[in-house]
T-cell receptor, first 112, second 114 residues
Framework: GENVEQHPSTLSVQEGDSAVIKCTYS??????FPWYKQELGKRPQLIID?????GEKKDQRIAVTLNKTAKHFSLHITETQPEDSAVYFC???????????FGTGTSLTVIP | DAGITQSPRHKVTETGTPVTLRCHQT?????MYWYRQDPGHGLRLIHY???????DKGEVSDGYSVSRSKTEDFLLTLESATSSQTSVYFC?????????????FGQGTRLTVV
């Protein structure tokens, strides 16, 4: 089955700096890559996703890039704010698949 | 809001007792999932369902069983609770085509086994 690895496990940045979280996957059949944000005590919520027919997708201060050849994808958060502090999960799946395969999460702390 | 609720939200139970967690959805989605979340392990799949009476195991299914007798309800049972099953449990539904689309999570159930 698919194996998703996520790095780093913890990340601290100064407010206003950028944060980058990286994930790799093993199954070349995977073609859908969502990112979830989980605030303390809350449920994970989708913040952005990308499908394998595009290399990059942006939504305001967040962006995701995908390198299918290298089997890795990354989440970029620019101009970080304290409310960006949370745990972020990457995931992979594919059309016709039954399961989401999650990374182990990155705890991001934005220092004011 | 994808209309998913979990019950109970918090539970404390004794070792060796059976426990059932309920996940209820209002939008007729086919796929439903149970995950547990533990520090350092992220979200680990326990069981999932792809239709009424159609279920399959995830990576950490030992000690757990599930049932789905109606589209809207997916039950997770700990047959004989152990302290290692103390965790936060999340139910999720797939709102797209199988796992090709957003997973929408319930609010979670914090289970403590003493």
């Amino acid at each position: 089955g698919e194996n998703v690895e996520q790095h780093p496990s913890t990340l601290s940045v100064q407010e206003g700096d950028s944060a980058v979280i990286k994930c790799t996957y093993s199954d070349s059949a995977s073609n859908y890559f969502p990112w979830y944000k989980q605030e303390l005590g809350k449920r994970p919520q989708l913040i952005i996703d990308i499908r394998s027919n595009v290399g990059e997708k942006k939504d305001q201060r967040i962006a995701v890039t995908l390198n299918k050849t290298a089997k890795h994808f990354s989440l970029h958060i620019t101009e970080t704010q304290p409310e960006d502090s949370a745990v972020y999960f990457c995931a992979a799946s594919f059309l016709g698949g039954n399961q989401f395969y999650f990374g182990t999460g990155t705890s991001l702390t934005v220092i004011p | 809001d994808a209309g998913i609720t979990q019950s109970p939200r918090h539970k404390v139970t004794e070792t060796g007792t059976p426990v059932t967690l309920r996940c209820h959805q209002t939008e007729n989605h086919r796929y439903m999932y149970w995950y547990r979340q533990d520090p350092g392990h992220g979200l680990r799949l326990i069981h999932y369902s792809y239709g009424v009476k159609d279920t399959d195991k995830g990576e950490v299914s030992d000690g757990y069983s599930v049932s789905r007798s109606k589209t809207e309800d997916f039950l997770l049972t700990l047959e004989s609770a152990t302290s290692s099953q103390t965790s936060v449990y999340f139910c999720a539904i797939a709102t797209g085509t199988g796992a090709f689309g957003e997973a929408f999570f319930g609010q979670g159930t914090r289970l403590t086994v003493v």
